[in-house]
């Protein structure tokens, strides 16, 4: 686990008493001695606001160094992070972080989310395991992630990995087999291992979608879906209904502007 993630799994390099601290920036201590006054009901002062990370040596804030019940804990077990704890999944103190933090959450179980282009090699087990999940042959997938890495196509692919194995992933493509034509590109093939579903991890993948192709200045981005208040979570926006190929019924696109 990098050295600056937290004992809770929150990411201290993007802390800003520990971004005021390494660049000795007395008007972010300030700003932020401020704010943390106001959310926590106390007086902190701009003294206060040197830390240079949870589990590295040096300078912490008052709450870190000994008021924090989180790293008090942890440092009482010896244990590298929360991760490591056989209690974790019922931690009360650890779940105030990680119910409102899933990278938090991510942190401390190890998961990874990767576009296709920066792991090539998962192309071959990548196809595999969504066709595994959605029956949609295989070289179906295997010619859209070649057209991806040989740079053909912009429309990526992307995975979330627990070590090595895959957990969860989704694509883009052209035309998520409806009737609107027009209304592309298309997320496609959201799925998350049942066992790893509540962690936030769909949600990541979206996120990393829409920033890739924003990036690369495609949006808005469309998907369709029966599912109801979940994609809402994560900015989409219910659009209009289309025709399915071959199915009865209509079905529920999403917008992401």
Known sequence: MKEYIAYCGL????????IA???NDEALRQAVAEKWSKLNGVDITPDMIHCVGCRVDGVKTPYCESLCPIRQCALKRRAESCGTCGEMAACEKLAAITRNNADAWRN??????????????LMERGAAWFHQKWGVPQEAYLECMSAYLNGETEYG?????????????LGVIENDFHDRKDLAPNV??????????????????????????????????????????????YGWEFLCM?????????????IHR
């Not at 990411?11 to 520990?18: P, Q, T, W």
């Not at 998350?192 to 990541?204: K, L, V």
């Open 11 to 18: 990411d201290c390099e993007r802390c800003e008493a520990r």
């Open 21 to 23: 601290t390494v660049n």
């Open 108 to 121: 401390l179980k190890g998961y990874s989310c990767v576009a296709l282009r920066g792991r090539p090699d």
């Open 157 to 169: 692919w992307y995975l979330c990995l627990d070590g090595d194995r895959i957990i969860g992933g």
């Open 188 to 233: 496609c093939a959201v799925y998350t291992e049942e066992s790893y579903r509540g962690q936030g991890i769909a949600g990541r993948l979206l996120e990393l979608a829409v920033e890739d192709m924003k990036e690369k200045g495609i949006s808005p981005l469309y998907l369709v879906t029966d599912h109801i208040g979940f994609y809402e979570r």
């Open 242 to 254: 289309v025709q399915g190929d071959g199915e009865p019924e209509m079905t529920r696109m999403y």
